[in-house]
């Protein structure tokens, strides 16, 4: 068991480089630049009063990111939000008289708020996410034990759900070689479900409980969407911890649907990442860049609505099943995009029950349909239509690359 010096002495290891990082964020005014600096030099400065200074830099921050187009958000603001958690961290670490679940729960609160709106620092890019796992090998919670499965939650007897009659059943392959896969998919733009190809991941087994997640990140802060879907203009999104979102939407009917959903879920926990594997379909990349792995993760009845994305996107299933619809770029003019800038790449017509007197052109439309179940994958590739519906409580994975 760790002790609260322990845990100390593992965070404060990183304040050199920390320190090292500030010419990271050399375009911060001075004023702000400068309290952060005098206090990672010297710990001692900290106290009741300099902790409220360092908040409220934290919230200065926050306000400026929210301004304006996030993608458009300059990356010093981003990293003074990380730089200045870890900072609050340290404080809070200082102020404690002992190492409680509360105390834990708290400085787990503030590393979750530095990953959500910051972004890694080149020094230590891990940072928080190291220092989050430092806190959770100290903690004594017992979550309570489930005994609902999510294998008991899912329709094994699902057929198509649409009034659509130009749909084909998507091929099912097993586990083609990658000279196969290039060759048919990747260059043919061709989607496809893959079978047997993720049977040895321990996502497959462990997450099926919904206890294992609140044990191993129920305390950790996560944003989740709410509302029927991303153009309702009800939809909206919240912070909540990721147990009480497993208490309060998947397992429980809410009258408002909540959704883990387009989620870098294993850069803020990395210990999730160790019950899956990046597929090696994946290498077939025309850059450099990274992949990117997000999560999916919801009750029955979520829905993603048909859109498209620029990347290649393998969609791993691992728990329950959903039902996708995919048409091809050239079928764009049947689906009704939406005209607005900021949904240009979303669809008007709903494939499940398409209504033909607004969307007439859709009956010329043709597509695939297929049921995705716990151990597939699926392709899609660059530029494809894909709607979604989570047909049971249901867990995925995508890995999207260029």
Partial sequence: MS???????????????????????????????TVIEQHLKDTKLI??????KIQAIIDYMYEQVNIGNWKEVRLFLRKTITITTYLRLLAHMKSIG???????????????????????????????????????????IDCEESSVSTRNLVNTDNELKSDSHNLNILD?????SMENFFRDH???????????????????????????FIKLAGLRTVSIELGRDYTDSKWTQKLMTIEDFIKNHIYVASSTT??????????QIPELKNDITEPEYCCFSDTDGCIDIMAWYGPKGTV???????????????VGEKQVFLFSPQETEYLYPHKHELLNNTARVDPRKPDLEKHPKYKEAKGFFCVLKPGQMLYIPPKWWHFVE????SFSVSFWWE
């Fill in 390 to 393: 989570s047909l049971s409580v």
């Fill in 172 to 176: 099912i392959i097993d586990c083609p």
């Fill in 3 to 33: 002790t609260i010096k322990d845990i100390r002495e593992k965070i404060d290891k990183f304040r050199s480089k920390v320190i090292s990082a500030l010419s990271e964020i050399s375009e911060l005014d001075i004023t702000c630049k």
């Fill in 98 to 140: 002992n190492l409680s679940d509360d105390t834990i729960k708290e400085a787990l609160r503030i590393i979750d708020f530095g990953i959500l709106f910051g972004c890694p620092i080149d020094a230590e890019p891990k940072l928080l996410q190291v220092c989050a796992t430092s806190l959770h090998s100290a903690l004594t």
């Fill in 47 to 52: 106290n009741s009063t300099s902790t409220v």
């Fill in 186 to 212: 990747i260059l043919a733009e061709k989607p496809v479900i893959l079978d047997n190809c993720i049977n040895h991941w321990p996502a497959l087994t462990k997450w099926q409980d919904q206890s294992y």
């Fill in 304 to 318: 993603s609505p048909l859109h498209h994305d620029p990347k290649k996107n393998l969609l791993a299933q691992v």
């Fill in 258 to 267: 909540g959704y883990l959903a387009q989620y870098q879920l294993f850069d």
